[in-house]
């Protein structure tokens, strides 16, 4: 579920930005971690939801090509405005237009409209404020943003023959029982030899359709429309969740690709020169609930002094391999760097898993979905053939 929390920042102003928890007292322990007293916190509608999605990576390379061209901050952000098509990306530069020329830093223009701009992006500009390096942090904003992009695309990519393939397979299943079976059921009415016993179900089921036909349509439109609604469920969705990482292969690789989002996420805030305890903290909503109260508990071990790397492996948030990455790191002064080295470590590994899973999966649907067909249809002129047997 998705919080609005208005509050007092760290920086005594005040901010509003979203949460992702699972109760409102999660949300405001959250709050509380990230250093934030909160005034008024209240779950969001659907309409919240609904609202259209500012291009924050459009806008971050069209701000950093202005800025690049020697144009002052918030001349760049004026021309943008005046460029803008859209009324509500109109909005938002406005309202950032109009903070700078107040003389209100980015970061706190930024925050104004939490739902353009989240709070790991602030953070970021934030940093960036206090070492006059935004053209930097914009340039580590794209290029995660685009890594992200990349592992989405080919996360749909993967799945988008799968899923035609079962919906294709899926209607033609559904067409030859409830149009093609029922008008080969009347045919045998009459027949009264000893038909196969599946025969005789799908010839059953052909005749049930004929005699309830509208009740049958209307049954499984409710069924469609209780399944759509049950997937919108947030607690539907939480409790799937949990059960998916109960099964032990399916676990064990959530876990990987949720590390690899983790990892990629806090290499981008301590590159931005973000303390570390601060950048978990901020980090803690990517995570499941399943990992969530091992974060917390890596975030206190490290306030009470004990090493980053080592911390991370003992709570069970380091592979093997971002283990020995993260020791050299640590070593060497380039943590944030080896943090995306074992994000692109991962992301790859996960890719080539989904890849292969596809390649695997693919046939075996279609080879199932083919069966199906194919039995429906011997099932259907079974009877014939016998038939025919008789009369010879």
């Known amino acids: 579920m998705r919080y609005r929390i208005k509050a007092i920042g760290p920086d005594s102003d005040v ?42 990576l459009l806008f971050n390379q069209e701000l950093l090509a202005l800025l690049r061209a020697g144009i002052p901050l918030s001349e760049a952000v004026e021309a943008l405005h005046e460029n803008e098509g859209r009324a509500g990306v109109r909005a938002v530069l406005e309202g950032i237009h109009t903070a700078l020329n107040e003389g209100r830093t980015l970061s706190s223009a930024l925050a104004a409209a939490p739902h353009a701009f989240p709070e790991l992006y602030v953070a970021i500009m934030r940093a960036a404020e206090r070492t006059s390096d ?8 794209i290029a995660y943003q685009q890594q992200l992009e990349t592992l989405r695309g080919k996360l749909v990519g993967a799945a988008i023959y799968p899923v035609l393939l079962l919906g294709v397979g899926s209607l033609v ?22 038909l196969p016993f599946l025969s005789r179900v799908l010839l059953d089921w052909g005749q049930a359709v004929q005699a309830n036909a509208l009740g049958i349509a209307l049954g499984l439109a ?26 032990p292969a399916a676990g064990r690789r959530l876990k990987v690709f949720e590390l690899a989002r983790f ?11 973000i303390p570390a305890v601060t950048a978990l903290t901020m980090v803690s909503g990517l995570l499941s609930p399943a990992l969530r109260g091992n974060l917390q508990l890596a ?9 980053f790397t080592a911390t991370l492996a003992e709570c069970g948030l380091a592979t093997r391999v971002a283990q020995h990455m993260l020791t050299i790191g640590e070593r060497s002064g380039s943590l944030g760097n080896m943090l995306t080295r074992a994000a692109e470590f991962h992301e790859d590994y996960t890719a080539r898993e989904i890849e292969w899973l596809t390649r695997l999966f693919g046939p075996l649907l279609m080879l199932f979905i083919g069966c199906t067909i194919g039995l429906i249809i011997v099932l259907m002129y079974l009877p014939i053939f016998q038939l025919a047997e008789v009369i010879g």
Do not use: N
Request: glycine share 14%.
């Open 173 to 194: 299943i559904l067409f030859l029982l409830g149009y093609v079976v029922p008008r080969f059921a009347h045919i045998f009415d009459d027949l009264t030899g000893d």
């Open 134 to 141: 935004l053209e930097s942090a914009l340039e580590r904003y």
């Open 299 to 307: 975030i206190e071990l490290i306030r009470e002094g004990k090493g």
């Open 15 to 56: 901010v509003e930005t979203d949460l992702e928890a699972g109760s409102e007292s999660e949300a405001r322990a959250l709050a509380a971690a990230r250093g934030l007293s909160v005034l008024s916190l209240h779950r969001q509608g659907g309409r919240q939801g609904r609202r259209g999605r500012f291009p924050l």
């Open 263 to 273: 990892y990629r996420t806090l290499g981008m805030l301590l590159a931005g020169g």
């Open 222 to 247: 409710a069924l469609g429309f209780g399944l759509a609604a049950a997937v919108r469920s947030p607690a539907l969705k939480a409790s799937l969740g949990q059960l998916v990482w109960k099964i």
